[in-house]
């Protein structure tokens, strides 16, 4: 089974803080994804990568920024958090199906709540 | 650029009747339609996915889904509805040329009472 795993499941930060959350997954797959999810606006992608070292901007990437040393590592990072960062945070990956037809496997998320 | 729609924040059924999440999607060319699952303080599960081929997908936990390209739908549907099905579901849906970027809907949360 394709596992994604995530570093922590609840997180409370001060706002200005750098936080960081990091994301591992354990089936070699190329494609890795950072969503944020609010009730009434659904998942909304922040990140995402192709490769190592390559990060595509999202839909929502102001205030993070991500980095991806490793294959199976991914990590999303908040410079200065803020209240309005307050969510729960999910890690994704996918391996690279012609077409992007392959699935996307999610870790359990991270509820990071800002003060 | 495409989209998701779930028109229905709650859906409400009773243990052993039919449920249908209702999903519909606007994308350039041909799609890829998925169904996730999340549980309470869980992350997303995928169901099911519909890529070519037969319009009636069967998935994960007896639930199955039909893609209808003229009405731009993809229903989850289930034929009898179990209390553990209780959860919030999401349809996704991604086109079929360049890079995967999945764009979810809002969610529908299915609540199914004994």
């Known amino acids: 089974d394709v596992k994604v795993t995530q570093s922590s499941r609840y997180l409370v930060k001060r706002t200005g803080e750098k936080v960081f959350l990091e994301c591992v997954q354990d089936?070699?797959?190329?494609?890795m994804f950072w969503y944020r999810q609010d009730p009434g606006l659904g998942l909304r992608l922040i990140y995402f990568?192709?490769?190592?070292?390559?990060?595509e901007k999202g839909d929502i990437p102001e205030g993070y920024s991500v980095s991806r040393e490793k294959k199976e590592r991914f990590s999303l990072i908040l410079e200065s958090a803020s209240t309005n960062q307050t969510s729960m945070y999910l890690c994704?990956?996918?391996?690279?199906?012609?077409?992007?037809?392959?699935?996307?496997?999610f870790g359990p998320g991270t509820r990071l709540t800002v003060l | 650029a495409q989209s998701v729609a779930q028109p229905e924040d709650q859906v409400n059924v009773a243990e052993g009747n039919p449920l249908t999440v209702k999903c519909t999607y606007s994308?350039?060319?041909?799609?890829?339609l998925f169904w996730y699952v999340q549980y309470p303080n869980r992350g997303l599960q995928f169901l099911l996915k519909?890529?070519?081929?037969?319009?009636l997908v069967k998935g994960s936990y007896g639930f199955e889904a039909e893609f209808n390209k003229s009405q731009t739908s993809f229903h989850l549907k289930k034929p009898s509805a179990l209390v553990s099905d209780s959860a919030l579901y999401f349809c996704?849906?991604?086109?079929?040329?360049?890079?995967?970027?999945?764009?979810f809907g809002t969610g529908t949360r299915l609540l199914v009472s004994p």
């Open positions: 990568s192709y490769d190592v070292k390559m990060k």
């Open positions: 519909y890529i070519t081929g037969d319009n």
């Open positions: 996704a849906v991604s086109p079929n040329t360049g890079f995967q970027k999945l764009v």
């Open positions: 994308v350039s060319g041909n799609p890829y």
């Open positions: 089936m070699d797959h190329e494609n």
């Open positions: 994704a990956s996918s391996s690279k199906l012609a077409g992007g037809a392959d699935t996307q496997y």
